[in-house]
Structures are given as structure tokens and as C-alpha cells.
């Protein structure tokens, strides 16, 4: 049988044993592998290994973690391996070779096409030593895994890192932990590795103010595609963490359980609502009432909507959406063919929300109730919402209690009342208009199919904008306005 991997590691040998190794090993053209790590080998010793390895042409995989090779050995390692064309991994952690170490390696690496693993952990490798490893990532496209934890290589060395490695896409880990990268770095990390579609592992942890659980989280989510369950509770997530989790959350369709619990973020209840919006199959009714979903979660709520087949009733009164998150709702329901009640009240939308929601109204065939009090629409929205009701058939129930219209906004429901004959109820009161409570009667009156044959308004000061509205409404009818 012949010896192709040899595991020697934790066995103390130091520099006398890595010599009689080396003596005992040159004439073995076979070992492919060989574990050394942890023996107190040093520099001097490093020289040995080194010496056995030159003539070795098939290794692939040398472990020498925490021997004291520093620079020195690394250098010894570096001309060794010059003449090596099928090395693959490299586990050389916790060894002191700083940014001259790395050089050395990035030297003798750096037309190694064939560099599966780099593992380099601990060396105190500054942004330097970076710079010259990304010489390496830049011509390798075939490196999995790299390995760069409790080091001091920066912003500038982990930019120089992500920059090299742009066209590689076969990385599914990498670990910057420890490495003094400032938030906004990470951020760009995030944005710059959107790429990598293997990456599942991306650890930037002890890095100080960044969102390091919710960034291994995203990548987790978004290439993992086994992925069910995710508990991410205690972890002091905060928003931008969270919208790192939103960002993936919208490619994947596996997850189907989220916890956030404990985590700082206020969009964490959302984006666990989301999660199961667009999984249960069950779910009839959904409500959420807190201020402090705002429109981002409302863009996460809409993310599951698009997958949801059974939900037919979502209230999200109270939860400051605002104009832009309404949009984000309108647009998942230009595709929804089954939520036919959603309640708004109390969510800040304004005209320019409004105007959004008639776009939805103009394609959506199924909505019938809609629920807008006390959301600052004025008479400009009222004209958007009565427009888009000229051609919706199947909306039946329209409030807009609370709100700012005034009586000409009154004129644009008016005029679309004429057509439109499916609206069976319309909510005025508490707006600018002077006779809503007339109006509500009268449209009552109009929808009920048992309506009297006399309509009584007397004593009621009802003014001309309210006679038009009477002429219009019964006029198809046999209704007698006393």
C-alpha cells in the first residue's frame, strides 16, 4: 500500500524531529498530504520541511499552523513550493509572518492556478500584506476558501482582498474576523461580493460596529439553498443589518422560519412576518400595528405577498408606511389575486400614496374593500382614487374618514359615481366637506338594492354640490327626492 497522506500534527516534534522527517521522507515521491501543525517546529525546522518538499512534485496539501515559522520560515516554504504546480491547500495559521511572510507567499503563488485553500489566520498581516495576497486572488479563480481572521489588515486591505477576487466564483468561505474593518468597509464588502453565488460563509465578526451576523446572515439566506430555519435572536442587529437580511430574503425561497427576537432593529418583527407571508399556505388574515415597521417594513411585507396564494385580508393600520411604502403594497398587489380586504388607517400616505394605490386599483380584480381613514389625503388624492374608480368594477368599499377633502374633491367622486355603480359604500365623514353626511346617505340609498321610493332631506342645508350628486345619483332610478 502506498503512503499518500501523513498526519503528524500536535506531537511536539519540534526542529530535531522535523530534520529526521526530512531525512526519513526524501526518498517518498508519493505523499500528497502532510499535517504537521502545532509541533514547535520554527523557523530552522521549516528549513527541513522545506527541503523535503522540493522534492516532492504531487503535494497538495501542507499544514504547518502554529510552528513559529515567521517570515524566515515562510520564506524557506515560499522557494520550496516555487517549482509546485498542484499545491491546492495551505494551512500556515498562527505563525507570526507578518506582512513579509506574505510576500513571500504572494511571490511564490502567485502563477498557482491551482490553490484551493488559503489559510492564514493570526499572522499579523497588516493591509501591506493584503495588498500583496490580492496578487494571488487575481489570477486564481478556483480558491474556495480563504482564511484571513485576527489579523490587522484594515479597510484598505480587505477592499484590496474583495477587488481581487471579482472574478472568482467558486469562494463559499471567507473570514475577515478581527481585523479592525469599520462598518462602512463592511458595507461595501456586501455590496462588492453580491457576485459570489457559492459564498455561504462569510464571517465578519469582532470587526467593531458593523453588522457582522446579519452580513453572514445575507449570504447564508441568499446562496444556501437548504437553508429552512434561521435563528438569529440576541444578536444586535440593527437596521442596516436588517436591510441586509431584507436584501437577501427576496431571492430566496426556502426559508421558511425567521427569529430576530432580541435584536435592536424595529424592522425585525416585519421581516419575520414576511418570511411567513410567503411560506404559510394557511394563513387567511394578517395584522400588524406598530409604528415601527415604517415603509421599509412594508417592502419586506410586500416581498412575501408575491408568493402568498391564500392570504385574503392584510391590516396594517398604524404602522407609518408613509408614501413609500404604500408603493411598495401597490405594487404587490398589481399581481395579488387574492387579498380582497387591506386596511391602511392611520399610515401617513398622502396624495402621493393615494396616487400609488390607484395604479394597483386600475389592474387589481380582486380588492374589495379598502380602508384609508386618517391618512392626510387632500382633494388631490381624492381626484387620483376617484379616477382609478372609473374603471375598477369590483372595489365595493372605499374610507376615507379623517382625511383633508374638501368639496372639490367631493366633485371627483361625483362625477365617477355617475359610472360607477359597484361602489356600494363611501366613507366621507370628518373630512372638508360640508355635507358628507348627506353624501354617505345618498350613496347608501343609491347601492341598497331595497331602497325607498321616497328620499327624504328635508331641513338637512344641503348645498348645490349635494343636488348635483342627487341628480346624478338617481337618475337611472324611480327614486322620488322629497
Sequence with gaps: MTLTSLNLGHNQIGTKGAQYLSDGLKDNTAIQRIYLEDNKIGEDGTLYIAEWIKSN??????????????SRGAKYLSDALQDNMVICHIFLEDNEIGDEGAQFLAEALRNKTTLVSLQLANNQIGAKGAQYLSNIL?????????????????????????????????????????????????????????????????????????????????????????IVELDLCSNNIGDQGAKYIAHALQNNTTLKTLILNSNPSVLREALERAVIIRHDKNMKTFSMWTKRMGYRGAKYISFGLRDNTTLTELD????DI?????????????????????ELQNNQIDNEGAQYLTYALETNKVLTSLRLDENHIEDQG???LAHALETNRTLTKLNLQKNQIGDQG????????????????????????????????IINTRTNQNYADVFNLNYCGIGDNIIELMTSVFRKTNVIVD
Excluded at 461580493?193 to 452580513?215: P, S
Excluded at 396594517?316 to 404602522?319: E, G, K, M, T, V
Excluded at 367631493?410 to 353626511?437: A, G, P, R, T
Design 57 to 70: 512534485k504531487v503535494l497538495t496539501a501542507i499544514s504547518l499552523g502554529n510552528n513559529q515559522i515567521g
Design 138 to 226: 487575481q489570477n486564481n479563480v478556483r480558491l474556495t476558501k480563504l482564511d484571513l481572521r485576527d489579523n490587522n489588515i484594515g479597510d484598505q486591505g480587505a477592499l484590496c482582498i474583495a477587488n481581487a477576487l471579482q472574478d472568482n466564483m467558486t469562494l463559499t468561505t471567507m473570514n475577515l474576523s478581527f481585523n479592525g474593518i469599520s462598518a462602512a468597509t463592511a458595507d461595501q464588502l456586501y455590496v462588492l461580493f453580491q457576485n459570489k453565488l457559492e459564498l455561504v460563509l462569510f464571517d465578519l465578526k469582532g470587526n467593531d460596529g458593523c453588522d457582522d451576523v446579519a452580513i453572514a446572515a445575507s449570504f447564508q439566506i441568499r446562496n444556501n439553498k437548504k
Design 316 to 319: 396594517l393600520s398604524d404602522c
Design 322 to 342: 408613509g408614501e413609500q411604502g404604500t408603493k411598495y403594497l401597490a405594487d404587490a398587489l398589481n399581481n395579488n389575486k387574492t387579498v380582497t380586504f387591506l
Design 382 to 384: 381624492a381626484q387620483y
Design 410 to 441: 367631493l366633485k371627483h367622486f361625483v362625477n365617477m359615481l355617475e359610472n360607477n355603480m359597484n361602489l356600494k359604500y363611501l366613507e366621507l365623514n370628518n373630512n372638508k366637506i360640508s355635507d358628507w353626511e348627506a353624501v354617505s346617505a
